[in-house]
């Protein structure tokens, strides 16, 4: 736990390139929770300076993904309007242009950064030579030892230049990673590095480390494939005087074949899990539980459960296969546990989007769900579960249809059918069926498959599937004896 002098500030810095993918999701989540848990802050950074991939559309997909997960920031770009809120923006980077470059500049003075004149065909050759004569060589810049009075006089002249990271030879630097433990890294692992392109664009890096430190960002927990990344982040941080944040390098969220979670194996983004009927509460419990573990080892958490039981010493080093069984029982778990109002609001979406006609009545709606929410692990299956039901969708099946051609099945619905009208309510309840059921049974004088089928058939076109007690009282008398008729034309 930091003292409590010490404000917690946790940052989601996405570059918004499409919808929000579940490895970000899980980030993002991580980031909120911890900022949540202490009483600090978490703040949307937009890393939007690849300018070309970068658009408005990309940003608003992520923000309304990150805020149907319910993970809403204090800081950052207004959800709406995209205007920034908060007191240490601005939040994207792409208007935190002249910060980088005075920063930049600060390092020039100083002699740890060099403007570099090197074109890109003189680095290549550097490097072929190197290459062929078997030497491992970082980049070796004849402007190293230029001083900047000369270099400022050659950019005024003209002539184009990148700003580099002048590194230290022999160092070693050593991060204390919340999920790794201690991380050595020789200096020499990298060389003089670009800070600020030629046209003055600055490199990912760079605006990280000047984010980081002017947002007071505390700990930085972000995937995996940035601990590389952190040398020269630390050398910046180093250069610059800067105190380092905590830094905590998440393990991979990865397949069912532990490769690298790809859009060919399913849905990958948050938008696609929405789509596909799982609700926020779960996919943050299940995508917590993938490289972190509540100290009891819980399964079913709330999302208030996840933030008092969040801490940064349960991560997993090694990466978790995303199990999308696991996910639908998370799912279903937290679907069923809600009201049966809830769950038709929240089914009843699917249900109209795929074009079934239901009953508007509320009183029917609570009784259907009651009915099948036993059945239900994502709001999509509803669609399946209540398309029998659906008037516009009776139709009889080829198997049914050889139900309907026994020799005693006409018998049986003719009677079903009389019995129906003689009714008077506009619903049967599950005992009511049953009566009507035997009395068709004495009547037409068959039994067993002979009575059973050719009923189910003309109540739901099909001799099998959930059971008629069940499923009769939900479709209206009207419509039983319509669905009849249907059968014996
Ligand atoms: N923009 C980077 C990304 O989307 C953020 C890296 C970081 O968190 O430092 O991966």
């Avoid at 000047?210 to 700990?219: E, P």
């Avoid at 995508?287 to 039981?309: N, R, V, Y």
């Amino acid at each position: 736990m930091p003292a409590a002098s010490e404000k917690v500030r946790l940052r989601f810095a996405p570059s918004p390139t499409g919808y929000l993918h579940i490895g970000g999701a899980r980030t993002a989540l991580y980031n909120y929770l911890y900022a949540r848990k202490n009483g600090g802050s978490f703040i949307l950074r937009i890393e939007d300076t690849d300018e070309a991939r970068s658009t408005d559309e990309s940003l608003r997909r992520v923000m309304e993904d990150l805020q149907w997960l319910g993970l809403e920031w204090d800081e950052g770009p207004h959800p709406e309007t995209l205007v920034d809120q908060g007191p240490l923006g601005p939040y994207r980077q792409s208007r935190r242009l002249a910060i980088y470059r005075s920063v930049a500049e600060e390092l020039l003075r100083a002699g740890k950064a060099y403007y570099c004149f090197m074109t890109d065909a003189e680095i290549e050759a550097q490097k072929q030579q190197a290459q062929q004569e078997g030497r491992h060589q970082h980049l070796n810049s004849p402007y190293q030892e230029w001083p900047l009075e000369r270099s400022l006089e050659r950019i005024k002249a003209g002539d184009s230049a990148v700003v580099r990271f002048r590194t230290s030879v022999g160092k070693e630097y050593v991060l204390h990673d919340l999920v790794r433990g201690e991380v050595r890294f020789p200096s020499d692992m990298v060389g003089d590095f670009v800070l600020l392109r030629s046209g003055g664009m600055p490199v990912y890096n760079f605006c990280c480390v000047v984010d980081d430190h002017l947002m007071k960002i505390s700990h930085v927990l972000r995937a995996e494939e940035h601990l590389p990344n952190s040398l020269r982040q630390m050398m910046i941080y180093e250069s610059m005087g800067w105190e380092l944040p905590r830094f905590g390098h998440l393990s991979l969220v990865l397949d069912e074949d532990r490769k690298k979670l790809s859009k060919r194996r399913g849905a990958t983004s948050c938008h696609e899990f929405k789509l596909e009927g799982f609700l926020p509460e779960a996919l943050n419990n299940y995508i917590c539980l993938l490289g972190w573990s509540h100290p009891e080892e819980k399964e079913i958490l709330t999302g208030t459960e996840l933030i008092d039981a969040f801490s940064l010493d349960r991560f997993h080093p090694a990466g978790a296969a995303f199990d999308i069984a696991k996910l639908r029982w998370i799912n279903a778990t937290h679907l069923r546990a809600k009201s049966d109002d809830e769950i038709w609001r929240l089914i009843d979406p699917f249900l109209k989007e795929a074009g079934l006609k239901l009953p508007e009545d509320p009183a029917w709606h609570k009784r259907s769900v009651a009915v099948f929410k036993t059945n239900l692990e994502t709001l999509v299956d509803a669609v399946e579960l209540y398309r029998p039901i659906s008037d516009p969708h009776f139709a009889i099946v080829p198997e049914g249809q050889e139900t309907l051609a026994w020799e005693s099945s006409r018998k049986v619905i003719e009677t079903w059918k009389g019995l129906l009208q003689a009714e008077t309510s506009d619903h049967l309840t599950g005992e009511g069926f049953l009566k009507l059921q035997d009395r068709v049974k004495e009547m037409a004088q068959v039994k067993g498959k002979f009575l059973f089928m050719p009923i189910r058939v003309a109540v739901i076109g099909k001799p099998h599937g959930t059971e008629l007690k069940i499923l009769v009282p939900l479709i209206s008398r009207h419509s039983l004896i319509q669905r009849a008729e249907k059968c014996l034309s």
